[in-house]
C-alpha cells in the first residue's frame, strides 16, 4: 500500500512570492490533515478535511493561507505571499474512516513533508 | 504552559541499554495516548497507542499511562542504533478524530 506522497519535498523561495504544497493521501482515506512543524517542536494542525469539506480550519491563517480538496482526494496548500516565519516543514497526513489493522480511524499516516525555506 | 510538556533531550544511550521517555499533559479529557517515531527527514509514525490508563507491550517498546499523575511513559528496551531518532508524544479526545495535540519531541541517540 502506497503512503502519503507529497511534493515537492524541499522548496526555497523569497519572501513575498507565493508557494504551493501538492499531497496525495493513502487510497480510501477520507480525512486529510494539513500540519506545520518547526524546528524542534511537534506538529501543528493547520487544516483537517473529511473528504472535500474543511471541518477544522480554526488554525490556518487565513490571510496568507489557503487549502483546497478537490474531489476528495488531493489536496493543495498554498503561502501567498510567504513571509519569512513560514519557513518550516509542511506535513500532510491522512485517516481511514473505520479502523484497519495496526491502528484506529483515529491513527494518522504521515508523509515525508515539504521543507520549506523562505530568504 | 502548553497542554503537553516533553524534553526536547538530546538523549544519548549506548546500545542495549533501557531508555525511558515521558511525557506530562495537562488536559484531563485526554483520552487516547500515542507515541510516534520521526527519522530525520521523514514524517512521524504511529509507534503505539494506548486507551487510557494502564500499560502495553509491543516487543522492545513497553507504552504506560498513569492518569492520576497525568503522565505517560514509552520504554524501549534492548535499544539498538536503528531506534535513534524523534520519538513524539501524542494525545486526543477519544470522541475526536481531529485534534492530536503533540509533544515538542525527545531527541534520542542510541550509540554503538
Known amino acids: 500500500e502506497a503512503g502519503v506522497v507529497q511534493s515537492p519535498r524541499y522548496k526555497i523561495i523569497e519572501k513575498k512570492q507565493p508557494v504551493a504544497f501538492w499531497c496525495n493521501p493513502i487510497s480510501g482515506h477520507n480525512t486529510l490533515y494539513w500540519y506545520l512543524q518547526n524546528l524542534g517542536q511537534g506538529p501543528e494542525l493547520l487544516i483537517r478535511y473529511e473528504n472535500e469539506e474543511a471541518v477544522d480550519d480554526s488554525q490556518l491563517p487565513k490571510d496568507r493561507f489557503s487549502a483546497e480538496r478537490l474531489k476528495g482526494v488531493d489536496s493543495t496548500l498554498k503561502i501567498q505571499p510567504a513571509e519569512l516565519g513560514d519557513s518550516a516543514v509542511y506535513l500532510c497526513a491522512s485517516s481511514p474512516s473505520s479502523p484497519t489493522s495496526g491502528g484506529t480511524q483515529y491513527t494518522q499516516y504521515f508523509g515525508p513533508g515539504t521543507r520549506l525555506t523562505v530568504l | ?112
Do not use: H
Open chain 2, 1 to 112: 504552559q502548553k497542554e503537553v510538556e516533553q524534553d526536547p533531550g538530546p538523549l544519548s544511550v549506548p546500545e542495549g541499554a533501557i531508555v525511558s521517555l515521558n511525557c506530562t499533559y495537562s488536559n484531563s479529557a485526554f483520552q487516547y495516548f500515542m507515541w510516534y517515531r520521526q527519522y530525520s527527514r521523514k514524517g512521524p509514525e504511529l509507534l503505539m497507542y494506548t486507551y487510557s490508563s494502564g500499560n502495553k507491550e509491543d516487543g522492545r517498546f513497553t507504552a504506560q499511562v498513569d492518569k492520576s499523575s497525568k503522565y505517560i511513559s514509552l520504554f524501549i528496551r534492548d535499544s539498538q542504533p536503528s531506534d535513534s531518532a524523534t520519538y513524539l508524544c501524542a494525545m486526543t479526545w477519544y470522541s475526536s478524530a481531529s485534534k492530536i495535540i503533540f509533544g515538542s519531541g525527545t531527541r534520542l541517540s542510541i550509540r554503538p
